[in-house]
């Protein structure tokens, strides 16, 4: 195990002036206070010092039923016994691997991939199989070969991906639930972000079409927080799957944390029958929306031709790409010097990929502080690299 790159470098960026695009973290100027001050007293009200008592491992009985019937499709209806409460989808993602996977397991992830599962899973010996990505998700047409050495799971952030932000097409979507289902793999869908659409239509989820074509077979595991929708703080999340399954990560919860905090699911139950989720989400797409449209301007206003970046439909996150050779990680010191800070590609990435990639985060800065950032960052390449100012004016095409 080492620590998080991420994790570590927050730390770095409390300093006093620092802009930082580092973090995956919501704008806490947009946490809904009041509505959650007003869940906590509804909570305690209604259920007195039972909300602040121990609870059932798999997590409270309404707030199984609220996602269960979220998830439920009329030909496929779902019940508690396939949800299971977590603390936060990390904890979800943590307790499957330690459910599903043995030392030597290989798992398929593509490339680049969600740092803190490669955390999660690493120590538990498990081979990662990469698959490319590009700007329309994971490469399906390049996974069947991999299927062929029987992988115990295949792992996917579809919509609005962790560090890209790209998002699977249908097509690519409807193809990969049915190879996972011809070649009887566990399909794990990973979807913290599939809320925080500013564009474009909605697709269905990896959930939703194996329910279409097999009414929840168990082929597809979904994992869910409120995390990103109402609070982190909160460390509410959720796994949808076989009720097998939910057994199996009640067990090893039950070692884990025993259960996730009952004050704190009493709350987000009463947000959700309050109607505060979905009267909040339109003020945070709004929000988000224009700050990633900022983003998207500045750097085109600020970085050179040579560098090229994803244009994300939703979610939290973009990838830049600098021109091969450069590193990503070398250009944070020059960033740091300058007050501005980002996350490096490379530990996102297997096999030595990445390097000369970066992500950026643009829902915690204002759009205001996002230009000053990125202005800064612009200002930080053509410091880093003057040896290489003629590569800079080069166009990407």
């Known amino acids: 195990m080492k620590r998080s790159a991420v994790r570590e470098l927050l730390k770095l960026t409390a300093q006093p002036g620092m802009i930082s695009f580092a973090g995956g973290l919501p704008a806490p100027e947009l946490f809904p206070v009041e509505a959650v001050r007003r869940a906590a007293d509804a909570a305690l009200a209604l259920r007195g010092g ?64 969600y740092l803190a599962l490669l955390s999660a899973w690493r120590p538990l010996g498990a081979r990662f199989l990469p698959v490319p990505s590009d700007a329309r998700g994971m490469r399906v047409d390049e996974l069947e070969s991999l299927l062929r ?3 115990k799971l295949i792992y996917v952030t579809p919509t609005f991906q962790n560090p890209q932000g790209t998002t699977l097409t249908l097509e690519r979507r409807v193809r990969l ?80 944390d025993l259960h996730t905090s009952t004050l704190n699911q009493g709350m987000v139950l009463e947000l959700l029958r309050e109607g505060a989720l979905a009267g909040h989400l339109p003020r945070l797409r709004d929000a988000y929306r224009q700050r990633r449209d900022a983003m998207l301007a500045a750097l085109e206003a600020h970085l050179p031709p040579s560098v090229r970046w994803t244009r994300p439909e939703g979610g939290m996150f973009l990838l830049v790409t600098l021109p091969l050779g450069w590193s990503g990680a070398e250009l944070l010191k020059q960033a740091l010097a300058r007050n501005v ?10 096999d030595g990929a990445g390097r000369n990639t970066f992500r950026l985060n643009f829902s915690n800065a204002t759009p205001e502080r996002i230009e000053e950032g990125v202005k800064r960052l612009g200002e930080a390449l053509r410091a880093w690299a003057p040896e290489r100012s003629g590569q800079l004016a080069v166009s990407p095409g």
Not at 195 to 211: I, V
Not at 341 to 350: C, K, N, Q, R, Y
């Open 50 to 113: 039972s909300a602040l008592q121990y609870g059932e491992t798999e997590g409270l009985a309404e707030l199984r039923d609220w996602i269960a019937a979220r998830f439920s499709r009329t030909d496929a209806p779902l019940d508690r016994s396939r949800v299971a409460i977590v603390s936060g989808a990390q904890q979800g993602l943590d307790l499957l691997g330690r459910v599903l996977l043995d030392p030597g397991d290989a798992v398929v992830v593509e490339n680049p991939t």
């Open 149 to 151: 050495q029987r992988p």
């Open 177 to 256: 639930v049915e190879l996972a289902h011809r070649y009887d793999v566990a399909l794990i869908e990973d979807d913290p972000y599939g809320e925080l659409r500013y564009e474009g239509e909605s697709l269905p989820s990896l959930f939703d079409l194996a329910g279409r074509a097999r009414g929840h077979d168990g082929s597809v595991i979904h994992v869910g927080t409120f995390s990103k929708t109402l609070a982190p703080g909160l460390r509410v999340g959720w796994a949808l799957a076989a009720p097998e399954v939910i057994d199996q990560l009640t067990l090893a919860k039950q070692a884990a």
């Open 341 to 350: 800070a980002f996350v490096p590609g490379e530990d996102f990435h297997l």
